[in-house]
């Protein structure tokens, strides 16, 4: 039973910025994979950044843009989402790797206006 909770999503104008939290109820650990998944109106589910063990993965579009991190405090995943684009308007989804099974938060919605 592990829940995630996703927050800092909105509506926001092309250009700007939103810092998505993700809150779980159990810790993160740094080999633990974690995170962002976004769907798009008519479209799959894509994976947006992820970390794990230090490392990070980005989605081409979003390279440089977007900066995935853990918190200070372990049960938490961030999402900067910088420059942001009316292309990255989705339901932005936090994801876990822990006890072998993958978790996902509800969902925030990002909207970003031309």
């Known amino acids: 039973q592990v829940q995630l909770v996703e927050s800092g999503g909105g509506l926001v104008q092309a250009g700007g910025s939103l810092r998505l939290s993700c809150a779980a109820s159990a810790t993160i650990f740094e080999s633990n994979t974690a995170g962002w998944y976004r769907q798009a109106p008519g479209k799959q589910r894509e994976l947006v950044a992820e970390?794990?063990?230090?490392?990070?993965n980005y989605a081409d579009s979003v390279m440089g843009r977007f900066t995935i991190s853990r918190g200070y405090v372990k049960n938490t995943v961030y999402l900067q989402m910088n420059s942001l684009k009316p292309e990255d308007t989705a339901i932005y989804y936090c994801n876990v790797q822990l006890f072998g099974r993958e978790f996902w938060g509800q969902g925030t919605q990002v909207t970003v206006s031309p």
């Open positions: 970390i794990a063990s230090g490392r990070t």
